[in-house]
């Protein structure tokens, strides 16, 4: 009997140590990846130190560090009919319709004149396994040598255009030369895409190609590298790293066009040197006046500003107003005490005109034009510099000066959703 209750307890005891050992691992884990998540972060979206920068450049000066470059393979024929190929990374995809594929190529290459002449190239794209006859093609000159003999490939007749393809590789494009530019050192010909053909053995259940099957060949700079892993599809990049977006999903749709409004708006800070006009001001101060204000009383003040002078004097003094220096026109929202009343002391003002600011800056962004709230107020510094320089009366305190201009597109909106910032009473 003793013995039993004796071996119980050590069950018992064994089955408590091992839950803690679960549930401790468990934290450790749950620790762990939340680590690795800020780690992760971090490194790609806040590291501004220098030294430990991954966006730390050093000026190259003018080199062709384009990656990936393509290597594909020029079909032509000469005057007498021989088939030649030739390597080309100068090259790629330059209009959509009609379809189109831009391939440049030095006069000294015997290919350069055959496509002068014949008006037609085929492009060939290699897997990664065809890399040896893509270097072949892109060393030997079809002035020197039957590069299909040499290689044992095998030309095929244009079914369209007066050019050959190689039977071997994957995909063969027949291209019908539409013009050509000297652009210097290359001629850059242009050719219409007449037909596209494509190895059924590559191909997915929609038809298309599956890259992975393909493995195209890609150069880059002096080496030769097969395509690396799937990633994501297009669009699936913008997904959401630990819960937060990488970047905004500029593809996610809003109920109306108000709410994309309200989610776009961003802060400019990088500007265009095209004109706002004055239609387009007084729009935005309409919207600004449209804003909702305590008692009706509207204690505001407008000031716009174009002048040169001004807008770089205020650029000077003012530290986060630097992006005035880029911009032709400011609007500085005051608050005007007058108007205030017996609800100045409550500060009222200061919501009025952030309401009046917050419009603006949304009615900015339907326009398609770009501002930035940079504070005057409460900062007693900076408000003395904006009444002084815009030689203001007592009574109008300037809340901020807005910057408006034309976005460069540098500047993106943030995704502040924050569901752990929501407090909700729920009923039970
Ligand atoms: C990877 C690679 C890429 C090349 N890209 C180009 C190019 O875009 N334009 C060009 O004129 N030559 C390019 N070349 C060099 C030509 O392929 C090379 O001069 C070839 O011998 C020309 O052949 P052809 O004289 O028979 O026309 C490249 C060579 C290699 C190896």
Not at 76 to 105: E, Q, R
């Amino acid at each position: 009997m003793q013995k039993s209750k004796l071996l119980n307890i050590i069950l018992a005891v064994a089955v408590l140590v091992l839950v803690i050992q679960l549930v401790n691992k468990n934290e450790r884990t749950e620790r762990r990846s939340a680590a690795t998540a800020a780690a992760i972060k971090d490194t790609l979206l806040t590291k501004t130190d220098a030294a430990m920068s991954p966006f730390k450049k050093k000026s190259l000066g003018v080199r062709s560090e384009v990656y990936p470059k393509p290597a594909f393979v020029i079909g032509t024929y000469d005057k007498s009919g021989k088939a030649n190929i030739m390597t080309a990374a100068w090259a790629g995809i330059c209009n959509s319709d009609p379809l189109s594929i831009a391939v440049s190529m030095r006069p000294a290459t015997y290919s350069y004149h055959n496509v002068t002449e014949s008006k037609a190239f085929t492009v060939n794209i290699p897997s990664s396994e065809m890399a040896r006859y893509v270097d072949y093609a892109g060393r030997f000159s079809g002035k020197d040598v039957d590069k299909f003999v040499e290689t044992g490939l095998t030309p095929v007749k244009g079914e369209y255009v007066n050019a050959p393809y190689v039977k071997e590789f994957p995909i063969v494009i027949e291209c019908e030369l539409t013009t050509y530019h000297d652009l210097g050192s290359h001629r850059q010909f242009i050719g219409k895409v007449i037909d596209v053909k494509v190895d059924e053995a590559i191909l997915n259940a929609e038809g298309r190609v599956d890259v992975n099957l393909l493995n195209p060949l890609i150069y880059g700079g002096g080496n030769y590298f097969e395509t690396g892993k799937y990633i994501a599809k297009t669009g699936e990049s913008l997904h959401d790293i630990d819960g937060m977006p990488f970047v905004p999903d500029y593809s996610r749709k809003y109920a109306n066009e108000i709410l994309e409004v309200i989610h776009n708006r961003k802060s400019v800070r990088h500007f265009t040197e095209q004109l706002v006009s004055k239609e387009q001001i007084e729009t935005l101060l309409k919207a600004g006046m449209a804003a909702p204000t305590a008692a009706n009383r509207q204690p505001w003040k407008f000031y716009v500003i174009t002048e040169r002078e001004t807008l770089d004097l205020l650029a000077e003094k003012l530290p986060y107003a630097k992006m005035l220096t880029q911009v032709q026109t400011a609007i500085v929202v005051c608050g005007d005490m007058d108007k205030a009343g017996n609800l100045k002391e409550l500060g009222y003002w200061v919501q009025d005109c952030s309401a009046a600011t917050q419009n603006i800056l949304l009615a900015a962004e339907s326009m398609g034009l770009g501002a930035v709230w940079t504070a005057a107020y409460p900062y007693e510094d900076r408000v003395e510099v904006v009444t002084k320089v815009l030689e203001m009366p007592e009574n109008h305190v300037p809340l901020n000066v807005i910057p408006v201009g034309y976005p460069t597109g540098e500047d993106l909106p943030k995704d502040k959703w924050r569901p752990e910032n929501v407090v909700w009473k729920e009923k039970v």
